[in-house]
């Protein structure tokens, strides 16, 4: 409802936005320009640090370390990204991030679904104490020794589950989905009832339908979160095994030179070499970067969706 | 917010459906009716159980002596021993005043930011530039902190950073900005900008698609120019979002961004760049001081809870709900 009322005015905006340029002073058209030009320069501050990446990574080592802008690149060698595949370790890394990522996403998508959808029953008994439950942990929280105890104490140290389990929930995310779901007209369901409809044929047919944006907008949240995840893979692992992208990012591009982790990433020097650091980095965001465009439209519709009261 | 307009709803609707019956009996058919629904809810009320009480039950640490072989239970209590630590410490007092400046600089500067964003780029009316605009901006929010500092590691970098680079032509430098105390909250401040000031528009623009064309239609044949209309229409129309917004913000003023801070930081800048977050980190994970890590843990929960109970209180003063 309140997105397409959003959407109304959108399309109200624009047929004003047109019959508004009639005549403009010259302060107006100072301020156009300025802006425009302001907006262009962010533009290029927000691209330009990951283009350099780019090309560094395609560069030769010579042209890499020279100083200056690198716009355009100069020579090209897929030599880097060799040298990267090689290592055992970028393997891992893939393997443990998209495995988390892929099984971290649909698990937590169902059980967030399966916790927000009792929840929009105005007349679920023990609803107010439930929800109570749930929204307590936004305020209070154990602290960061807690955790690794528990993680600890549950055997999870070191292994998969440490990074996909303790993300499973988000209380702001059932928030979302609830309300999301209660929006969905209830006559549906009673209809569907009278009709001899019974609780899986309401569940599957009509409300996981039906609330298939905000399924994909958790989704698509959940999975960035867990790609973008490190500092759990940081204090929850310790072998290489277990490494995930971000880990070997940090180690590569803040630790730099951590012999027993990165030592398949070192050149002849013994140095991490700025070509493969460039080629790291591009492996690990280029999954990001390659769907950002076609989504974009998902997480922004999410958080219009997470403004709406409810 | 939330949970007492539903009780409210709750209690009306399943008064109206089935009057005469007592609560308990109304109680009992409801938990028929939704047997199925209760079941769906234990699986997320177990998670709750074991990953967020459990370690709030954990927090006792703080006033024991954790023992590693004897557990949470065994280790004998120690009363308030590490809070005095805590007080007595002219460490932790940095760190807090770290945290609260840090928190301080994010709201005059990393607030506005997406605010101001938004109206200019409210001002712009080619739709696919704007567009363009609005897809590039929020891409940073996209990438993780690992990244992100790395990039501001290269870029900043005494030795062949842009930075240093442009820098030079006015015969300046080079600097290890990442080194230089007097600088480093500048740096987390601007990255901050830089990653989120996209994202942090949305809903600032979402506002202002809110607003009713038609004040802009009178305002234009009344002549206003359209720094008027920007001042006396866009922004008092977003403000009341932009106050929640802002109480929001100060509502989680102890949280330090740990994973900016940690992958930006080094020993030569802890006296102005350490927060809490990293503190107790180091201190916990680090040093295995659990019981004094917890305390600090506590401690910034406890005053975070102080200042969100208080906007959440001036928020319920000012508009007639509060942020819950």
Redesign the interface.
Known sequence: MVIMQ?VK??K??????KS???K??I??RI??VL??T??VF??F??????W??VVVSISPAVEA?????KIIPRGFTLEAYRQLFKSKLIGYGYYNTIMRTVIGTAMSVV??F??A???A????????I????????M????????????IN??GLYDTLWALI??M??STYN??VMRNFIMSIPESLEESALVDGAN?FTILFRIIIPLSKPILATVALWVA?KH?????DAH?YTRSNKRVVL?LI??R???DHNNAEVTDTLQGDEGVITKTV?AAT?IV??GP??AV??FL?KY??KG??VG?V?? | MKKNQSGSVTSSVSAIKKPGVSKAGDLLFRCKRYKGLLIMLIPGLVWYLIFKYVPMYGVTIAFKDYKLLKGIMGSPWAGFKHFERLFNSSQFTNVFWNTLIIGIYRLIFSFPAPVIFAILLNEIRHERFKKTIQSITYLPHFISWVVVAGIIHTVLSPVDGVVNYILQFFGLGPYKFLMMPEIFRGIIIVSGIWKDIGWGSIVYLAAITGIDPQLYEAATIDGASRFRKIFSITIPSILPVVIVMFLMKVGNIMEGGRDQIMNLYNPIVYRVGDVLDTYSYRVGLIDFDYSYSTAISLFQNVVGLVFLFITNFITKRTSDEGLW
């Not at chain 1, 109200?12 to 936005?17: C, D, I, N, V």
């Not at chain 1, 501050?45 to 990951?50: N, Q």
């Not at chain 1, 370390?65 to 802008?69: A, E, T």
């Not at chain 1, 439930?130 to 942990?137: A, D, E, G, H, M």
Request: charged fraction near 15%.
């Open positions: 959003g005015k959108v109200a905006s624009k047929a004003r936005k508004n340029v009639i403009r002073s302060g107006e301020f156009d802006n425009y302001f907006m962010l533009a501050i927000m691209l330009y640090p990951f350099e990446m370390s020279r100083i200056g802008l059980l967030c399966m916790t959808y009792p929840l029953k105005r007349d679920l008994p023990f609803r107010g439930i929800t109570t439950i749930i929204v307590i942990p305020f209070f929280t154990g602290g960061l020794v807690p955790d690794f105890l528990l104490d549950l389990l303790p499973l929930l059932i928030l609780f960035v790609w973008n995840a490190w500092f204090i971000q990012l940090r590569v591009l803040i650091e980095v690990a965001i990001i970067i950002y465009p974009q997480f922004v958080v219009m403004s009261k409810g």
